[in-house]
């Protein structure tokens, strides 16, 4: 029993939570530092040639799930035992001293008040009544009051001795949920084009929710940088049919019923040509090896002997350029524009289709960390309120008041409610 006792007081001691801390806050740091989510492949080609801090090639970041660090076994055990440390912490002294703080002291002697910090004592008449009148007095100034015969115990701010109690109740909560989301959460990312219809499913593969991107627009500076992705989609639930529309923006994420959807990038999906009195919708791809955001698609032109042209884009608004495959020469499409002839083919552009790129998140544990951060902030509040304490001792035998304060915090700013009400126990 004594080992655990031990271990008991190890976990719950305050080095051991500032250990796990530092720990927990190196190891997010290192989960930003290496891209996290990718495939095997990918860390040994790109970490084995050139090693982070010279020793963590790609079999060792793999080997130390350091490529997955939010949901590996490790990482997820140091937030458990964090929480069992502060657990163990509140039992072992939060609530004892939270106890210890409910019980009155009694000062009912005049030696007890020459160890006060704020302390004085006076000469009085004899007043029978004089205890029942300064009870009455601190009352009305919102101080609670026990009497014991010849001597009062008040005291103000109690409710700042569970601010810590609860700051750590809602760490608890914190590290419980990160861990239950850590394991549950599911991301999704999707690109949809308008009028495009998403039917998500629950986890008995029934349709639960259907979201249509109703439009999509892209608003750009004047040299044509976007500066706002903006969707507006429609939400119907499955079960009531019931429709609802949500505007969704950088940085302004959509939360439904459990899902937070936000606005991540957008692509060209399509292109709408007419060629030769036929209209084609062609799906186009990005074309990294072009450049950064470039998409485009091949396609073979021409009435009798066909040639292949690659047709790419960059923008919502055109041009479409093909490029000849034989000897890369250039013709433009825009909207809106007059036809092009193009190896014995009438070419027109029609429409450019973009589409937008959602990240649809579903967490189960966001209640749980909005509802711990609610109670850190209150117990945070509550911490920074501090409790006073003062006593009143009436000896008869000398004829003297003895008047004696305390204060937790800010005892510099009690000290002028100390004299205030000593005045006015004197004026009573």
């Known amino acids: ?30 989960g930003t530092l290496i891209p996290q989510g990718g495939s095997s492949s990918e860390y040994l080609s790109s970490y084995n040639s050139n090693p982070i801090f010279g020793f963590l ?84 100034k919102g101080w609670l009051t026990l009497i014991n015969k010849n001597r009062i115990s008040a005291r103000k701010g109690l409710i700042g001795k569970i601010g810590p109690l609860v700051v750590h109740i809602g760490l608890i909560i914190l590290l419980i949920g990160s861990c239950y989301g850590n394991i549950t959460h599911k991301t999704q990312e999707q690109y949809l084009f308008p009028k495009q219809k998403l039917d998500l499913i629950n986890d008995n593969s029934n349709k639960k929710l259907t979201i249509q991107l109703k439009d999509f627009r892209i608003e750009r500076e004047i040299d044509g940088k976007p500066i706002q992705f903006i969707s507006n989609l429609e939400f119907t639930d499955f079960d009531s049919q019931d429709s609802e529309l949500k505007l969704l923006k950088v940085n302004h994420p959509i939360r439904y019923k459990g899902l937070t959807i936000y606005q991540a990038d957008w692509a060209i999906s399509n292109l709408v040509l007419k060629i030769d009195d036929i209209i084609y919708q062609l799906e186009v791809r990005e074309i990294p090896e072009i450049g950064e955001q470039i998409w485009g698609i091949l396609i073979e032109l021409g009435k009798e002997i066909k040639n292949n042209y690659l047709l790419t884009v960059d923008n919502e608004n055109g041009p479409v350029r093909i490029y000849k495959t034989d000897d890369f020469s250039e013709t433009d499409l825009y909207l809106d524009n007059e036809k092009s002839e193009i190896n014995s083919s009438i070419i027109e552009l029609i429409k450019i289709i973009p589409s937008s790129g959602l990240i ?14 609610i109670l850190i902030i209150i ?36 000290r002028s409610e100390f004299l205030n009400i000593k005045s006015a126990i004197k004026d009573y």
Request: proline content about 2%; overall charge positive.
């Open 360 to 373: 649809i998140k579903n967490d189960p544990s966001i209640p749980f960390i909005y509802f711990s951060f």
């Open 57 to 140: 090639d790609g079999k060792r970041i793999l080997f130390l799930e350091l490529d997955h660090i939010y949901t590996s076994d490790w990482f997820l055990l140091s937030l458990v035992i964090l929480c069992i440390s502060l657990a163990a912490c509140s039992f072992r002294r939060q609530i004892p001293s939270l106890k210890s703080s409910l019980m009155w002291k009694d000062y009912d002697n005049e030696k007890k008040f020459r160890n006060l910090e704020l302390a004085s004592e006076w000469r009085i008449s004899t007043n029978k009544e004089r205890i029942s009148n300064i009870k009455i007095l601190l009352n009305q």
């Open 379 to 414: 117990g945070t509040i509550l911490s920074l309120m501090p409790t006073k304490q003062i006593w009143i001792f009436i000896s008869e035998d000398s004829k003297k008041i003895y008047f004696g304060g305390l204060s937790n915090k800010n005892l510099s700013g009690f």
């Open 1 to 30: 029993m004594s080992y655990l006792r031990k271990i008991i007081l190890y976990i719950s001691s305050l080095k051991f939570a500032i250990f796990l801390i530092i720990f927990i806050a190196i190891s997010s740091g290192i």
